[in-house]
């Protein structure tokens, strides 16, 4: 509304402001004429003053309401033009509300907020940079979707410098700019990744497994950054992963078995056939706890310079398959969980029910490298130890101990692999990579411990000890390293049966009294006749062979064991019967016979591991019905001498 019809408005409102008094007083006077009865007297002169005061306030109030009507058409026109400036107000506000959203979301999504660039551009990677990551990703990958915004093409300029600092100048050099700061464009997450293989490369007292479990695994949302932003930079990290935990295994390997075999050349066992005379202790049966995953502690490399430790030949062969398999599998697992190339290639894993490390052996600390590059406190729990320190974990409802080519080995969870036949050629290549000196020479270890052949007992204690490390790795899901296994394996059983069928050979000739130019130290050798004392000498030994044997046996029926033994016993009885026949006296000869037979059965029944096996109460009553059958003809005899 203009001055001009402000003032308008204003000054009728106060000339007939100042006349309100009039008007009252003319009102009252009316109502008072109609109020009163006519004057019986008329006054003329009264009358006409009366009338023309009534006249004069009836032309100022007839002035009054045509100003007034005209000022109240004017506020009406004003209020329409309001109306109408109210609804295109209203109509704009809702067209604001409608964009709101959208404009609001496009500016959440193409801005980086200022914490987020104070965290990548101003501090070193850490815990902080993995949600930054992942939001910064989440901005890039809106800008592609928004590529034809014209506010998100001017941001590409700075998500690129932005990249730059995250990743490596070379990734993104297309899109660097003269203007940005070179000191900057130094890629922080390769820089961080390759300080990380420092310590594996300086030192073999590293931690493999807690570097791979707590800061490799950890940041793995930022490997998986560079998969996808800057897959030269990832493959290059990958590349020298591969390089620095070759030559790790390689070192760790080549002294942990060179420190085996020195062990090992200090104990010399031959293979000794049952009638072999020269005087043997008897087999330490407890020494078949080594054909387990869960017996006894492994020897450790420290030891082999002790030139008074000594080991038995399996513990030693325990140890080295021991050590290849934790190890191996553990890198296994790390493979295929830390280098697919996105989440949807590994499913998500659920925790495996692993116990915590428990460390038996402990040696010197690990120095922390402080110009590693990692976060302060990652690499806390690495500690220094020698080759293969073991550690027990518990896996689901079967124990097994894990060792370690360092102290504080971190368990490896057991699970099942779900990828492509592509990505496992590819991944079981990256672990062969990384294996392969590893397992060549554990391979060559084992090759020396089966040449010479080791005697028969501690041969299929190996032979029992290779089985159950194939059976804890096909449960670990480690494929490459079970073929590995698998071809040890096949390469004892057939030196097994040799063996045996050298003891079955050599008895027979014994019996027969045939010479026999393999045996070394046997009684046939000279040329000897069997006596009373090397017979019981080979019952006992046998005893020992058939006890070790059902130990080592968990089925009913295995051809391969059972068949032998067979043979052995078949010989064994031809020899007692050979033996005896040279005794003309028939109730000498019967006794003779009668006392071998109950050393059997006493040995077979009463023996250091009373078993219930079925084949152990097999074998009890075939020298038990030998006995009866013996009594029964001395019974017989006597009959006849009365």
């Known amino acids: 509304m203009s001055h001009e019809q402000q003032g308008r408005k204003s000054s009728p409102r106060q000339s007939y402001s100042g006349k309100a008094k009039d008007f009252i007083d003319l009102h009252d006077q009316v109502q008072e004429r109609f109020r009163s009865p006519p004057s019986p007297i008329p006054n003329p002169q009264a009358d006409v003053g009366s009338h023309q005061t009534g006249l004069n306030l009836l032309d100022s109030l007839e002035s009054f309401l045509s100003t007034f009507q005209r000022d109240l058409g004017a506020v009406s026109g004003q209020i329409s033009d309001l109306q109408d400036r109210s609804k295109q107000l209203d109509s704009k506000l809702k067209s604001r509300r409608k964009i709101e959203r959208p404009l609001s979301s496009l500016i959440t999504d193409i801005c980086l907020p200022p914490s987020l660039i104070t965290t990548i551009l101003d501090t070193d990677v850490s815990d902080a940079w993995i949600p930054s990551i992942g939001e910064l990703e989440q901005h890039l990958d809106t800008l592609q979707a928004r590529g034809r915004v014209k506010a998100a093409k001017d941001m590409v300029e700075l998500m690129a410098q932005v990249q730059l600092v995250v990743c490596s100048p070379q990734a993104f050099s297309q899109s660097s700019s003269p203007h940005s700061p070179p000191n900057k464009a130094t890629g922080k997450i390769r820089a961080f990744f390759m300080a990380i293989l420092k310590p594996i490369k300086s030192s073999m007292t590293t931690n493999m497994q807690v570097i791979q479990t707590s800061v490799l695994l950890k940041y793995r949302p930022l490997y998986t950054f560079l998969q996808r932003r800057a897959p030269n930079v990832a493959l290059e990290f990958q590349k020298s992963y591969i390089a620095a935990a070759r030559v790790y295994y390689e070192t760790g390997f080549r002294r942990y078995t060179r420190s085996l075999s020195w062990i090992k050349a200090r104990t010399v066992e031959k293979s000794e056939s049952l009638v072999s005379s020269e005087a043997t202790p008897p087999f330490d049966l407890s020494r078949l706890e080594h054909a387990r995953i869960d017996g006894p502690g492994i020897a450790l490399a420290y030891m082999g310079d002790n030139n008074n430790y000594k080991a038995p030949l399996e513990s030693l062969l325990r140890s080295a398959l021991l050590v290849l398999m934790d190890n191996t599998t553990a890198e296994y697992t790390f493979v295929t969980t830390f280098f697919p190339p996105d989440a949807s290639s590994v499913p998500v894993r659920k925790e495996a029910p692993m116990s915590p490390s428990i460390v038996h052996e402990s040696l010197s600390p690990v120095v922390p490298d402080d110009e590693s590059g990692i976060p302060a406190g990652t690499l806390s729990a690495t500690t220094s130890t020698s080759l293969a320190t073991p550690v027990t974990v518990d896996t689901n409802s079967n124990p097994a101990p894990i060792y370690s080519l360092a102290r504080g080995a971190t368990p490896q969870p057991n699970l099942p692999m779900q990828l492509s036949k592509e990505d496992q050629v590819a991944f079981n290549s990256v672990w062969k990579q990384i294996t392969d000196p590893a397992v060549e020479y554990t391979q060559t270890f084992v090759k020396s411990c089966m040449e010479p052949i080791p005697p028969i007992i501690p041969l299929l204690t190996m032979i029992r000890l290779t089985e ?18 698998f071809t040890i394996r096949l390469q004892m059983w057939p030196a097994f049966q040799k063996a045996v069928s050298e003891h079955v050979e050599q008895l027979k000739k014994y019996a027969d ?41 968990a089925q009913e029926e295995e051809t391969m064991i059972f068949s032998n033994l067979l043979r052995l016993r078949q010989e064994l009885s031809k020899l007692i019967l050979k033996h005896t026949e040279k005794i003309e006296d028939p109730v000498a000869r019967s006794t003779t016979q009668g006392r071998f037979y109950e050393l059997l059965l006493n040995g077979l029944s009463n023996g250091s591991r009373p078993s219930a096996h079925p084949k152990t109460q097999t074998e009890i009553a075939y020298w038990r019905e030998r006995e009866e059958e013996l009594r029964r003809r001395m019974a017989s005899t006597n009959r006849g001498r009365k």
């Open 468 to 485: 159950d490390v194939v059976n804890e790795t096909q449960r670990r899901g480690c494929a490459p390293l079970e073929t590995v296994l």
């Open 513 to 553: 009294g045939v010479s026999s130019s393999g045996s070394i130290g046997g009684f046939f050798g000279r040329g000897v006749s069997t006596t009373d004392a090397s017979v019981v000498t080979i019952c006992k030994r046998y005893v020992t062979i058939f006890e070790a044997f059902v130990t080592l046996t």
